[in-house]
């Protein structure tokens, strides 16, 4: 893959809510596009806040679209949370959005604290449910409200703080990562990168040419002419692998220098041994964790069957996840 030379600038103003509303059992809903423009894929959270009311733990649900335009928080009482409430609240949110014409396919979360609990009250609503860090609007969401909402709340205390994000990874990880099926390993592997304009509107990387993959939301403050490390995986099996990845909600691909192994995670905990990495792949993956690191963990995964394919089955644009 070549690196192309383009360069654009992007300026994103703030949008208030179209549509606001309050439901039955006090959860706010804001929807800052129409019902029909807005993201089928949602993102959901059940968990404890930094706030104290009462004595207790202030405890919450959020929603919102993978495209960030809805919005939807309900507290919960700390002696009432359980899949009965969690699911209430899911539905409620479902319910209001679809009276605008909006709809909900998918929902993803990441917590895994939580995932009995949101197992069961998941299960008796329509939707696919998928267990993933892949959940990028959703962590920028509660990072914002760490940082901008809770502090403001009576009750606060900064040391129940969570400290959720998005950036690089732990430095201690003692997980082994899970060797991939021999039917599933590429055959070769690249390290490239591409001006961060290709991934912006505009830009030659969309929705439209990323065969099974999906691109995460680009954070605001990166400059469109920086680049985007990336890893291609090439293969003639490169449409079956592609399938098999977005099957596993990948959402990273870290370069374990230590350990010189490149590694995909996925899921909410699950990592996948991609390849191991010799004395010269060594030194391309301490560059691609350093780009990573100038473009806030930001980069991507191709998967097409040679170099000279046009039309890869897979692009991931992702974001490394951190969840303390």
């Known amino acids: 893959m070549s690196s192309l030379t383009m360069s654009t600038s992007s300026t994103r103003m703030p949008r208030m809510p179209l549509y606001a509303t309050v439901d039955k059992e006090g959860g706010i809903i804001e ?16 968990y404890s806040r930094p706030v104290l009311v009462d004595g207790k733990k202030l405890w919450e649900v959020l929603l919102t679209s993978s495209d960030s335009n809805m919005r ?17 609240a899911v539905e409620s949110c479902i319910e209001e959005v679809g009276e605008r014409g909006g709809d909900c396919k998918e929902i993803r979360f990441f917590r895994g604290q939580m995932f009995n ?54 430095f201690l990880d003692i997980r082994t990562p899970i060797k991939l099926p021999d039917a599933l390993r590429g055959e070769k592997y690249a390290f490239v990168s591409l001006p961060l304009s290709e991934f912006m509107e505009g830009g030659g990387v969309n929705s439209e040419n990323i065969g099974v993959g999906r691109l995460c939301p680009v954070q605001e403050g990166l400059p469109a002419d920086g680049f985007v490390e990336g890893v291609v995986v090439m293969t003639k099996r490169a449409k079956a692998l592609a399938t098999w990845m977005a099957g596993t909600e990948v959402c990273g691909i870290i370069c374990d220098l230590r350990k010189r192994q490149m590694v995909m995670e996925a899921d909410i905990s699950t990592q996948y041994l991609v390849a191991k990495l010799d004395d010269s792949q060594r030194k391309e993956g301490v560059a691609f964790e350093e780009g990573k690191e100038r473009m806030g963990g930001l980069h991507f995964l191709c998967v097409q069957e040679d170099e000279n394919d046009e039309e890869p089955k897979g692009v991931w644009l992702l974001r490394n996840v951190e969840v303390k």
């Open 72 to 88: 939807f928080v309900r507290t919960l009482p700390s002696n009432a949370v359980n899949s009965k409430a969690v699911r209430d």
């Open 31 to 46: 929807m800052k596009c129409q019902g029909s423009e807005l993201s089928t894929a949602w993102e959901l959270d059940v």
């Open 117 to 170: 609990m949101i197992n069961i009250a998941m299960s008796a609503v329509d939707v696919v449910t998928k267990p993933s860090r892949a959940t990028y609007s959703l962590l920028a969401w509660i990072s914002e409200r760490e940082s901008d909402v809770y502090p403001k709340m009576d009750g606060y205390k900064e040391s129940m703080s969570e400290g959720v994000g998005l950036g690089g990874g732990s």
